[in-house]
């Protein structure tokens, strides 16, 4: 398998043996790998990108477990049905309206203010369209919340997790979004 890297101690842990387990045989099994070193930040708005397919969420919670993460997703709210709703609960998410998510982005700083470690994890499009726009509510909640934004890019064809380095938005989102961007070219997701 892989070396994963190291989790620095200020980020949020599940602290579930049986999962980790479970995680880092999913990534031995399927080949995945993590490049990229994981900051030591205790609250953090990852942005993961491209999101094409719901094999990006799979991918991402073996990728949590692996990594012994504590870590929250805001997610659309027909997921947190009677069924499903226990366990997308159980693994960190948070439901939301997309047709009305004003309230979103006030609800995530306040979560990010009252806990004291947090590793938010965000698809900038907010959906699993290829080429779907990037939506602001990421860069707004970091902004308001006073958090480093951590790039992350799922790359399919290489069956790998890219952690860039940690990304301080400036304020302003027109001049900052393309820079973000930036990072995740050439990066192809299940779909492309």
Do not use: C
């Not at 990108?49 to 969420?57: C, K, L, V």
């Not at 991918?59 to 997921?79: M, S």
């Amino acid at each position: 398998m892989a070396r994963l890297p190291e989790v620095p101690p200020q980020l949020p842990r599940r602290g579930n043996a049986l999962t980790t387990a479970f995680g880092r045989a999913l990534f031995a099994l399927t080949g995945w790998r993590i490049e990229g070193a994981i900051p030591d930040a205790p609250k953090l708005v990852a942005i993961v990108a491209p999101h094409t397919s719901n094999w990006d969420f799979i991918v991402g919670i073996a990728a949590v477990f692996a990594l012994d993460l504590r870590v929250r997703f805001l997610g659309k709210h027909t997921l947190f049905n009677p069924w499903l709703g226990g366990l997308m609960r159980w693994l960190g998410g948070t439901p939301v309206v997309r047709d009305a998510p004003q309230g979103a982005v006030p609800e995530a700083v306040a979560m990010m203010e009252r806990e004291p470690r947090v590793l938010l994890g965000l698809a900038p499009t907010g959906t699993r369209a290829l080429g779907a726009p990037w939506r602001s509510g990421f860069y707004h909640i970091a902004v308001a919340a006073g958090v480093p934004i951590l790039p992350v890019a799922f790359d399919f064809p290489a069956k790998t997790i890219r952690l860039f380095p940690l990304f301080a938005p400036a304020g302003d989102y027109d001049a900052d979004l393309p820079r973000l961007q930036a990072l995740y070219a050439g990066v192809r997701g299940l779909k492309f």
